[in-house]
């Protein structure tokens, strides 16, 4: 499929399009993403037992968190702009030594908390990253951002925190510590490509990597799952990683799915950049 031609701000798409698509992406997310969450979360919860679950308000605790995180990202636009996206992760990875990245997930989660860990920390990298490009782009530094533009960013990282808010209130219910540091693996690089964004076709090629990443890795993770109601809450979350991929090979102007160099489709969701 041929490239459309991208505007001077980078944005290949109309912004009436991408309104719709952001407004369906929303509705669908809330329509089906929240409650197959839900559902997640307290079958997992539930199938823990007892024994193993000594935080038996976290279904609940999830709830309103996701929401209230949902609600507080948004209120970070006004604000004010903040340096950026490498200096946002380095303070939220400050405390992360060389030591403690070497170790996550911490040994002390196995199996579906691990890959729960896992999970948490590619959400928050990906809230990390949007905000980080809302704020430089309030900041005039990507050049003209149209509105539908960051109103996609800004709908997509309450998705992410929503995200990351499920798989913690998983962890606290089973007595472990939340996720609040960002990928350790990746942090570095995406600090280094961030740098090196000056527009919006910038901004979108890096959240599309970060997404692609995400999106692979629920895949591959999905099958490593041992329960029924970790698959479940996976499941219902890869998908939205994929929504959010079509619509970022949109605004590129490129055709929605992984391609060679010419443009020729690829497998669908190969897994080779699973973290």
Sequence with gaps: MRKRTKQADGFAGTEAELVTMTSDLDQLHHDVGMPAMEAGVAEMIERMGDDAVPDRNSRRTFLVGAGAAAVGGAALLTVGAAPGLAAALTRSERSLTPTRAAMFPPANLKGDLAVAAVAASLENLAVYA??????AATAGKLGTVPPA?????TTVKGQHTQHAAAWNGVLSAAGKQK?????????????SDFAK???VSGLAQLALTLETIAAQTYQAETAKLKSSAAIGLSSSIQPVEMQHIAIL????????????STGTPLAFNPTNQAA
């Design 149 to 153: 533009v960051a109103t996609f960013a």
């Design 179 to 191: 996720v609040t540091v960002t990928n350790p693996t990746l942090t570095p690089t995406v600090q």
């Design 197 to 199: 964004v000056t527009d």
């Design 130 to 135: 949007y905000n980080a490009g809302l704020t």
């Design 249 to 260: 090979y949109y605004v590129l102007g490129e055709y929605p799915g992984s391609q060679s």
